[in-house]
C-alpha cells in the first residue's frame, strides 16, 4: 500500500510540478485575419479567484505593430490623470508589460516596456530594468508618450459601466533600449494587468497571477507567438 501511494504521490507531485513550470502560450493571429481573444478570464493577483470587474483583451500582430482592443467592465470609473507618465496605476487603468524573445525560449528577464493606460486615453510608458525579478530593485526610463509610435483610443461609458482602449504598440517601443533586432521577434513575453476600485476597495487582477501584489514579476510573463 504504501508503496502505491508514494507513487501516486510521486506521480501527481510530478503532474503538478510539470504544470507549473510550463509557461502559457498564446498564438497570435495576424491582423489580416483577424483578432485572437485570450481565453482566459483575469483573475486577482493572488490567484484566489477571478477578478469582479472583468478584463478582455483581443490582439492581432501587424507589419509595424501589436494591437490590443481591451474592454474592461469597471463600476467605478476614475480617470483623473491629464497628461504622458502621469501615474496611472493610481486610478482605473490597464498595464500591459512585453519583451522579445531573443532566441527559441531564452530572452532578457530584467528588461520589459511598461505600458499603462487609462480610460481617457492617456499612456505612462517605461522601459524597465528590473534588477531582482522583483519589486525590490527596479528602475524605469520614461518614454516620451508623443515620440513613442504608440496609437491609442479609447472611450469610457460611466452609465454602461464600461471602457475599452485600441492600442498599436509598434515593435520598435517594445524593444529593450538600445536593442535594434535583425527582424521583428516573433515571440513575446508578456502579461497583462487591470486596476480597478469597486465599491471603494482596490482590485489588482491580472492574466497570470503574480501571486504577491508586485505586477514587476517577470518570471509569470506568457509567450505570445505570432502566427
Ligand atoms: C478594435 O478597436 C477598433 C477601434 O476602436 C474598432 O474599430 C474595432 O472594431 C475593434 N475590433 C474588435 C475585433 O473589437
Ligand atoms: C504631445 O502631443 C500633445 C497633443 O498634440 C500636445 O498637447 C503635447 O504638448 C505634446 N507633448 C510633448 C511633450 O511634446
Not at 493571429?29 to 485572437?36: K, L, M, N, R, W
Not at 459601466?161 to 524593444?175: D, Y
Not at 471603494?200 to 505586477?215: D, N, R, V
Request: charged share 15%.
Amino acid at each position: 500500500m504504501l508503496t502505491r501511494f508514494s507513487l501516486l504521490g510521486f506521480l501527481f507531485g510530478f503532474l503538478f510540478v510539470g504544470v507549473t513550470c510550463t509557461t502559457p502560450i498564446l498564438e497570435v493571429s495576424p491582423c489580416s485575419a483577424g483578432f485572437t481573444k485570450i481565453p482566459d478570464a483575469f483573475i486577482i493577483y493572488d490567484g484566489s479567484s477571478l477578478a469582479t470587474q472583468t478584463t478582455s483583451v483581443e490582439l492581432c500582430h501587424g507589419a509595424h505593430a501589436l494591437v490590443l482592443n481591451i474592454t474592461c467592465a469597471d463600476r467605478n470609473i476614475l480617470t483623473p490623470f491629464k497628461k504622458c507618465n502621469d501615474p496611472l496605476f493610481k486610478a482605473s487603468a490597464v498595464e500591459f508589460f512585453i519583451t522579445p524573445e531573443t532566441a527559441d525560449g531564452a530572452w532578457d528577464q530584467h528588461h520589459y516596456l511598461e505600458l499603462e493606460t487609462s480610460p481617457n486615453g492617456m499612456l505612462f510608458l517605461s522601459h524597465i530594468t528590473n534588477h531582482n525579478l522583483d519589486c525590490t530593485n527596479f528602475a524605469g526610463s520614461y518614454i516620451d508618450c508623443n515620440q513613442s509610435g504608440i496609437v491609442v483610443e479609447a472611450a469610457a461609458d460611466i452609465p454602461q459601466a464600461v471602457w475599452k482602449t485600441h492600442l498599436e504598440i509598434p515593435w520598435t517601443t517594445m524593444m529593450p533600449e538600445g536593442v535594434t533586432p535583425r527582424a521583428t521577434p516573433t515571440v513575446w513575453r508578456a502579461n497583462l494587468y487591470r486596476i480597478a476600485f469597486p465599491k471603494g476597495h482596490t482590485e489588482y487582477s491580472c492574466w497570470q497571477p503574480t501571486k504577491t501584489l508586485c505586477f514587476h514579476q517577470p518570471l509569470t510573463f506568457a509567450r505570445l507567438v505570432m502566427k
